[in-house]
């Protein structure tokens, strides 16, 4: 369908198949400003364009009916119609009225009287009223009248002056019907002015403003001057100046109390202030260094090769006046020392309420970037030994260089530690004074953290003066051997020389010592003696035993000293182990001689409760012991006792043996001190209780209804003949799984999480602090040796490590983001603090392409919002978007108006849903 034109919609209206929606008069005046921030309906605007429409459809119709009057009817390129009508009028279309008679073709005996060119008789025009006038007219031209104004009854004059205001009063036809004066007063008499005014000031002076209206006096208070607006004289002190017009180039001026100031040189002013020059000078007084003062200097021309020398650094010193103070004295060094390269050096003064001598420590060391520390030394010069302190060098939790003094355990009276003298270099940031000189810490701890080097006891040297408290050092002096000397080898030995320096004297190898050896000296070497047995039975104390002594690796021969012939009770004299095959009385079975086949042992040594000699006899699988007290020869003994052995026992038959009152053994008790192999048996029918192993991973298949197939230990726990649980422990990984039988009905395996399986994950907790085994999430590089087994979890691997935003590894724990290394000590931990947390895409379309572990902006997903529209029968309402709202025709012509719709803003500087703040923690 083609667009209609705008001519053809003169003779149609719009919507005039669509519905409308009728306004009040008052609201088609004020437009659309009534409807406010509501975009107006359809209908609405039907009504508005219907009207519209209807109102030019009638001037069309009017203009239409005069052109077609004229014979030429309108056209849509064409401009003269109504000219065109002015100038052709067709008299024969003409059905009313009177024709001009400069129109007429004909002669006046043809025209009516009122086509005359004049009227016959003359009429009288006149008005009367407000205005009086009056004139002939006929028609033959055009009459004007003069009016005469009626008087309105007010006096003619002027009215108002200086001192009185005019007033009038006018009526509804725009006459003054009234006038008169009210007085207002003489400017120069007035008690007041009828307005206040305000006075003020301003510029070189500022002064508030005050009302002043002439009934009174006023004053203005002046609260500020400015001084740089006035060019003349000069500012007393007492006003805020100097009371000085010049002052000399880089003079000073001091206070003369009300009078001028007085210009000072910068050389009287230091004398003033008892100051010394920057060149330096004399001080006839006490220095007090306050908080963050030192003294030292720097030399060196490098960066590496500068060393900062400071006196007395600010914080490096500890006193109490507690009368125990116990723990190692714990130095802290500045933050200077942290991840640089320090050759460092101490000078500590100790002193305390004791009767030792106060003492001095010569600190050195090597603190490096790896917190580690080398070359460490100490020197204790002290009066006492008691003062030979250990000295410790580490680190604290945060990685600051420490050393510690003396012992946790140490009790100190009254102490005074003071850094005395501090010596750094080799730093790469340059040792200064300023990063040296302060930030020091001195304390007393009861807890060492890391260390990584100990000088235990012997960094004691003693001073001259120190030597006579020393006892037996200035002995030891004067002993000292003359370098002189020489010492000579003697026989057996070679080598010797004099003490000018270390000699060694040489022991020839000696040959092999036997039984017969003598005590012997030969030129290289020597031989020595031995005090053996004379005989088999020799008890001689002190001797050494030979093979067959008392029947040690042998017979013991004859035994006849001890009535070995007949009688027990007489074997009392010496330790003993011989071989019994004869009768024999007092033994175990009776008084009798009766015949034994067995070891005898025999043990005399002193005992408690007066028992000086055990004789233990093992015959016939069994064993008995007894016990004696008194001297060889005169013994008392005891009655025998069997002593228990496994035969004689109601002891287990096999590893599973379940026998009621029977005694479990080492490897036979349910697996208890052996294993209880499980071969390829089916674990359903594992319950017995006990330990039980299977160390093949290849008979531990589902088939036989283990959890997993990897070998392990199995725990068979019992709770009656109808209950029976079962706990099974992986080898390898340590992995835990635990099922129930009821009834010989089993439950399916269950895995039992343990703590290790939750490393890397994140938890919630409604605490300020990291609970044990946690770490806060908050984007810190951690220790990978501290926390290794989160490190492993976590590391994103080396291809990622450049990028990820966290779990990458770098050098630094304060700028991990810029020392990233597939080799660097810390490890990057997420950092969830204020954030929420979304599952990972992981290839499905949601988020699609997001990588792991990666943060995302926050966003608003695109939406529209409707505007509130009518819609008529055939559904046309016309369209809305973000921006705009416009409205359609019936046939879908393209919009005549639009306008800019906005929604009201709401919310705040995010989005976010309901929630709760809780501290995201990371498991290591």
């Not at 024709?99 to 086509?115: D, E, F, K, Q």
């Not at 040189?265 to 006839?284: E, M």
């Amino acid at each position: 369908m083609a667009d209609p034109t705008f001519f053809d919609l003169f003779k149609s209206t719009w919507a005039q198949n669509g519905l409308t929606e009728g306004i009040t008069d008052l609201q088609y005046k004020t437009g659309w400003s009534f409807i406010g921030s509501v975009p107006p309906s359809v209908e609405q605007f039907n009504k508005v364009q219907q009207t519209t429409d209807e109102r030019l459809a009638w001037l069309y119709k009017q203009l239409d009916g005069l052109a077609a009057v004229t014979g030429r009817p309108l056209a849509a390129t064409s401009l003269d119609a109504l000219s065109y009508a002015q100038q052709n009028l067709n008299a024969t279309n003409l059905k009313a009225g009177t024709v001009p008679v400069a129109r007429l073709s004909g002669t006046a005996s043809t025209l009516t009287a009122g086509a005359a060119q004049k009227l016959a008789t003359a009429r009288t025009i006149a008005t009367t009223g407000d205005a009086t006038g009056s004139g002939s007219f006929d028609g033959s031209a055009n009459l004007s009248l003069g009016l005469t104004l009626s008087p309105s009854g007010v006096t003619a004059g002027s009215y108002g002056n200086a001192n009185a205001v005019p007033t009038f009063t006018v009526d509804a036809k725009g006459r003054v019907s009234a006038a008169g004066e009210i007085a207002v007063g003489n400017a120069a008499t007035a008690t007041k002015l009828a307005t206040a005014r305000t006075f003020s000031v301003t510029g070189g002076a500022t002064a508030s403003g005050v009302s002043f209206d002439g009934s009174g006096n006023v004053a203005l208070n002046v609260t500020a001057l400015d001084v740089s607006k006035a060019n003349v004289g000069t500012l007393p002190v007492t006003r805020g100046g100097t009371g000085v017009a010049t002052v000399a180039a880089g003079a000073y001026l001091t206070g003369a109390g009300a009078g001028a100031m007085v210009p000072r040189t910068p050389a009287q002013v230091l004398a003033d202030i008892q100051a010394l020059p920057k060149a330096g000078g004399d001080v006839s007084g006490p220095v007090f260094l306050g908080a963050g003062a030192t003294i030292g200097s720097e030399y060196g021309t490098t960066t590496l090769g500068k060393t900062a020398h400071i006196l007395l650094p600010d914080g490096g010193g500890f006193s109490s006046n507690a009368g125990t103070v116990q723990g190692a004295m714990k130095i802290t060094l500045p933050p200077a020392s942290l991840n640089a390269n320090t050759m460092l050096r101490l000078r500590v003064e100790v002193f305390e309420y004791s009767a030792d001598l106060p003492v001095t420590i010569l600190i050195n060391g090597y603190v490096q970037t790896t917190k580690a520390w080398a070359r460490t030394s100490a020197t204790i010069l002290a009066g006492a030994v008691s003062s030979d302190f250990p000295v410790r060098f580490g680190n604290d939790a945060a990685g600051i260089p420490c050393i510690w003094i003396g012992d946790v355990s140490k009790g100190w009276l009254y102490p005074t530690v003071t850094i005395a003298e501090v010596l750094a270099k080799y730093n790469a940031n340059g040792a200064t004074v300023a990063a040296w000189g302060v930030n020091w810490k001195v304390e007393p701890v009861t807890a060492f953290e890391t260390i990584s080097s100990t000088l235990p006891s012997g960094n004691l040297a003693f001073g001259r003066t120190d030597v006579a408290n020393v006892a037996g050092l200035q002995d030891a002096l004067v002993q000292k051997a003359n370098a002189g000397l020489i010492l000579t080898a003697g026989n057996g030995l070679t080598g010797g020389g004099t003490l000018a320096a270390n000699r060694t004297f040489t022991l020839g190898t000696p040959g092999t010592l036997t039984a017969t050896t003598s005590n012997a000296v030969q030129s290289t070497s020597h031989s020595h003696a031995l005090d053996t047995q004379t005989s088999a039975t020799d008890a001689t104390a002190g001797r050494i035993l030979l093979a067959g002594a008392f029947g040690l690796g042998g017979v013991a021969p004859g035994m006849t000293a001890y009535g070995f012939a007949s009688d027990f009770n007489a074997i009392d004299g010496a330790n003993v182990f011989v071989t019994i095959d004869k009768a024999m009385a007092n033994g175990p079975l009776g008084a009798a001689a009766i015949a034994y086949v067995g070891q005898l042992r025999v043990s005399r040594r002193s005992l408690p409760g007066g028992v000086s000699v055990v004789q233990e006899l093992f015959a016939s699988d069994t064993s008995w012991i007894r016990f004696g007290s008194g001297d060889a020869g005169s013994t008392v003994w005891a009655k025998w006792q069997k002593q228990l052995t496994e035969q004689n026992l109601n002891v287990q038959t096999g590893a599973n043996d379940t026998t009621t009152g029977r005694i479990l053994t080492a490897g036979s008790a349910f697996g208890l001190g052996a294993l209880s192999a499980l071969g390829t048996a089916d674990l359903n029918t594992a319950k017995v209780p006990g330990l039980h192993g299977q160390p093949l991973s290849s008979n531990a298949t589902v088939d036989r209804n283990y959890p997993v197939g990897v070998a392990g230990t199995l725990l068979v726990i019992s709770g009656g003949n109808d209950i029976t649980s079962q706990l099974y422990c992986t080898y390898n990984t340590g992995a835990l799984f635990t099922r129930a039988c009821y009834r010989d009905s089993w439950s399916k395996w269950k895995d039992v999480l343990t703590s290790d399986a939750l490393t890397g994950s994140i938890s919630y907790f409604a605490t300020a602090s990291a609970p044990a085994g946690w770490v806060k999430a908050n984007g810190a590089a951690v220790s990978v040796s501290t926390y290794a087994d989160l490190a492993g979890v976590l590391y994103v691997g080396n291809a990622l490590n450049a990028t990820a935003e966290f779990g990458y590894r770098c050098t630094s724990a304060t700028s991990p983001g810029t020392t990233r290394s597939i080799t660097g000590a810390y490890i990057v931990l997420p950092d969830l603090r204020g954030e929420f947390l979304r599952g990972w895409s992981d290839g499905r379309n949601v988020d699609a392409g997001r990588i792991l572990g990666t943060t995302q902006a926050g966003m608003i997903e695109s939406h529209d919002h409707d505007l509130p529209t009518s819609t008529d029968a055939n559904g046309d309402r016309g369209t809305i978007n973000d921006s705009s709202f416009g409205i359609n025709t019936p046939n879908n012509e393209a919009p005549i108006i639009g306008f800019r719709a906005y929604v009201d803003p709401t919310g705040g500087a995010e989005t976010r849903p309901r929630n709760v703040a809780l501290l995201a923690c990371i498991k290591y």
